[in-house]
């Protein structure tokens, strides 16, 4: 089974960095998909940004300019860095991957989710 470890969460203040990493591990044989969602209290799920197999990306318009999605595919990695953090920011980010396991065929799967919380 493929689990994904996320880390890189936390309080920041208004303004500030934080960089998650989330990162693939179980017998993966390619990953087509990596992509950021977050949930905030009472909130649907939303995602915040992907990348696909060719580094294509794409970003909610909320967090277009200051979040950064990349990959890191020796390592099955795929970052998200986040500047310029706003309290509208904060929620549960979790991480989605999607591919082929070298077994069982397609996989996808979700980390367990790490708190990212931007006070005023």
């Known amino acids: 089974q493929v689990q994904l470890v996320e880390s890189g969460g936390g309080l920041v203040q208004a303004g500030g960095s934080l960089r998650l990493s989330c990162a693939a591990s179980?017998?993966?044989?390619?990953?087509?998909?990596m992509a950021w969602y977050r949930q905030a209290p009472g909130k649907q799920r939303e995602l915040v940004a992907g990348?696909?197999?060719?580094?294509?990306?794409n970003y909610a318009d909320s967090v277009k300019g200051r979040f950064t999605i990349s990959r890191d595919n020796a390592k099955n990695m795929v970052f998200l860095q986040m500047n310029s953090l706003k309290p509208e920011d904060t929620a549960v980010y979790y991480c989605?991957?999607?591919?082929?396991?070298?077994?069982?065929?397609?996989?996808?799967?979700w980390g367990q989710g790490t708190q990212v919380t931007v006070s005023s």
């Open positions: 989605n991957v999607r591919g082929r396991r070298y077994i069982y065929g397609t996989f996808d799967s």
């Open positions: 179980g017998g993966i044989s390619s990953v087509n998909l």
């Open positions: 990348i696909d197999s060719s580094d294509s990306t």
